[in-house]
Nanobody, 122 residues
Framework: EVQLVESGGGLVQAGGSLRLSCAAS????????IGWFRQAPGKERDWVSC????????YYADSVKDRFIISSDNAKNTVYLQMNSLKPEDTAVYSC???????????????WGQGTQVTVSS
């Protein structure tokens, strides 16, 4: 059974940092891609970043480029999202998701974690 469990969310002041974790199990970790999405209250869920675990290639939305860093620890079957220089507009529920190849759209990710809340105060 595929499981994705996020952790690391919380409350932080603008300009601060948080590191989210996505612990994965139930599949061959290195053969897939893991993406991060976020959904702010009253808004659609947006793609944030993804990593192709097999080759380490990474991709970012323009809104987080140069502030967020996605990485993976294959020994721990875990993907991280290091979030720096956080802004109030980064406030959202962040979810990780599994895809056979990556991508920018929700339909490309058949498996999802439950999400973790990130709140950035001004």
């Amino acid at each position: 059974e595929v499981q994705l469990v996020e952790s690391g969310g919380g409350l932080v002041q603008a300009g601060g940092s948080l590191r989210l974790s996505c612990a994965a199990s139930g599949f061959t970790f290195a053969a897939y891609a893991i993406g991060w999405f976020r959904q702010a209250p009253g808004k659609e869920r947006d793609w944030v970043s993804c990593i192709n675990v097999s080759d380490g290639s990474t991709y970012y939305a323009d809104s987080v480029k140069d502030r967020f860093i996605i990485s993976s620890d294959n020994a721990k079957n875990t993907v991280y999202l290091q979030m720096n220089s956080l802004k109030p507009e980064d406030t959202a529920v962040y979810s990780c998701a599994l895809s056979p190849y990556g991508g920018l759209y929700e339909y490309e990710y058949p498996y999802w974690g439950q999400g973790t809340q990130v709140t950035v105060s001004s």
